[in-house]
């Protein structure tokens, strides 16, 4: 059966990463994936075109699609637009929710070869492997009520973190499961010691855990947290927490393998279908430049490939691929090392295809 992949490519570096991401996604249908390949708008490049950062016609095309890729979306250009409903990042926000993408999975695995790369010292992040699983469509991202109202004469901006038991039980089952099947450690991570809705959030992870007998719960403040990410990594196995957490938290922990530019996602629904993205930004300081790291977009394409469209041999291949390009030496700008070949956005893509045939 043909699969349908969407690609949005997005704004700064997003049409560059997601550019060689494609190439290797082309090369799998010569390896025999049989999928149709379409492109799309979101972000700040749609707004320019449609005045809104989800056009109908994305949306529907990504329901329509077995898996998503999106490079990034946003930018200095968009940044002063005044209601925030046409941000780029609504764009991106629309579509987790829209889509129902609640499951969101961050692996932070370090390299052998980018040992020398990571801000930490080598022993502390050699066999790193942790798995980031973030709740995506609950949380402060999407509580109401929200807003900026004058109050007393000044104004007041407001948020609402909330989470239901059944969101919780959910994401905690992602959580619990993706455990079972590595080293069977699952920390959560929250702020029980101040918010009730993770109060709320860590009773739900307890009682789940006694479905789960062979699998070792714990659980940490969100501040400690952060600190034992880069005091001891090597600690965590799979981590699960909330929406807001688990964005800073895979920030911090993109960097222990090495660059932020190394770190995949992928965004899952009940039904399997799946968005697929890097965990970076747009990066606005080196758009543009065929400077930045396409690795991310690429392993997320392998992801895509294990976790949407049941193709775990031909995900092996293309991580085995980024492995081989590593090992020869390529680096792009964010993880470049003295000895090694400094080599651009297209460059890093002609490697990883090369060593994918
Ligand atoms: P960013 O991740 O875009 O950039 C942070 C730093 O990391 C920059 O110095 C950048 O050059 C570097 N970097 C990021 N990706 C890289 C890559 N692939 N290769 C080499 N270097 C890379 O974060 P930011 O600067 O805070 O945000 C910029 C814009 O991106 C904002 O508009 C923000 O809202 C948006 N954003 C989008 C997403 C997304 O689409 N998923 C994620 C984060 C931020
Ligand atoms: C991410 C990004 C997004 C988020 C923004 C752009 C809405 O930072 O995917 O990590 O906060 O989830
Ligand atoms: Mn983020």
Known sequence: ?????????????????????????????????DAE??????????YDVHGVPLPDETLDKARNADAILLGAVGGPKWDRIEDLSKRPEKGLLGLRKELGLFGNLRPAILYPQLADASSLKPEIVSGLDIMIVREL?????????????????????????VYSESEIERIGRVAFEMARKRNKK???????NVLEVTILWREVMDRLAAEYPDVE????YVDNAA????????QFDVVVTGNM?????????????????????????????????PCHGSAPDIAGQNLANPLATILSVAMMLRYSLNEPQLAERIEAAVGKVLDDGLRTADIASEGKRRVSTVEMGDAVLAALS
């Open 227 to 234: 600190m034992q990410l880069v005091r001891a990594p090597k």
């Open 137 to 161: 469509t609950g949380g402060i991202y999407f509580g109401q009520p929200r807003g900026i109202e004058e109050r007393d004469g000044q104004r007041v901006g407001f948020n609402t973190y």
């Open 1 to 33: 059966m043909t699969r349908r992949i969407l690609v949005l490519p997005g704004d700064g570096i997003g049409p560059e990463i997601t550019a060689q991401a494609v190439r290797v996604l082309e090369a799998c249908q010569k390896l025999g994936l």
């Open 186 to 192: 699952l920390c959560s991570v929250d702020k029980a």
């Open 245 to 277: 957490f688990g964005d800073i938290l895979s920030d911090a922990a993109a960097m222990l393998t090495g660059s932020i530019g190394m770190l995949p996602s992928a965004s899952l629904n009940e039904r399997g279908q799946g968005m697929y993205e």
């Open 217 to 220: 719960l714990s659980h940490m």
């Open 37 to 46: 390949i379409e492109q799309s708008l979101v972000g700040g490049s749609a």
